[in-house]
């Protein structure tokens, strides 16, 4: 079973969301993509909320917008850790969503990202982080992927001062 179930809440979603699979597709990380609707199908929420616990999933990043309930019932559900990734949205930027998904009541977390692409990849690399805890590759990895995020910044800095 992939260690990472990625989730959105319609079609739409996907172009954000493949950011953060892209993510995991360079720290080799197995997962799967799903749409999963928390108010067009919330039998299949609830079903593939419960499974998780029993197919071993490690964390779930849940994109949704608007409303963006899907987080929240995800996480009601399941005792994985939810990522929520708050969609950009046409008619507030994507604040309702970054709202909706950010006040969840205490005592049912759900991690949550910035609005859009940012947070899509952030979402990414926020489940390595997860992963990396009790995997000592991803955490080499992540180790010399934030060393070469150094690297470019200290290049950058000489490039400036040339």
Known sequence: MEKVQVIMGSISDSETMKEATKVLT???VK?????????RTPDKLAE????TDKN???VIIAGAGGAAHL??????????????????????????SLLSIVQMP?????????????????AGYLAVQMLAVHDPKI????VTYREE???KVNESERELND
């Open 139 to 142: 955490k080499t990895q992540l």
């Open 26 to 28: 360079d720290f080799n």
């Open 71 to 96: 987080p929240g019932m995800v996480a009601a559900n399941t005792l994985v850790p939810v990522i929520g990734v708050p969609m950009k949205t046409k008619t507030l930027n994507g604040v309702d």
């Open 149 to 151: 995020l150094a690297r």
């Open 31 to 39: 997962y799967d993509v799903r749409i999963v609707s928390a108010h």
């Open 48 to 51: 593939f909320a419960k499974a």
């Open 56 to 58: 071993e999933v490690a």
């Open 106 to 122: 205490a005592g049912i977390p759900v991690a949550t990202t910035a609005i859009g692409t940012a947070g899509a990849k952030n």
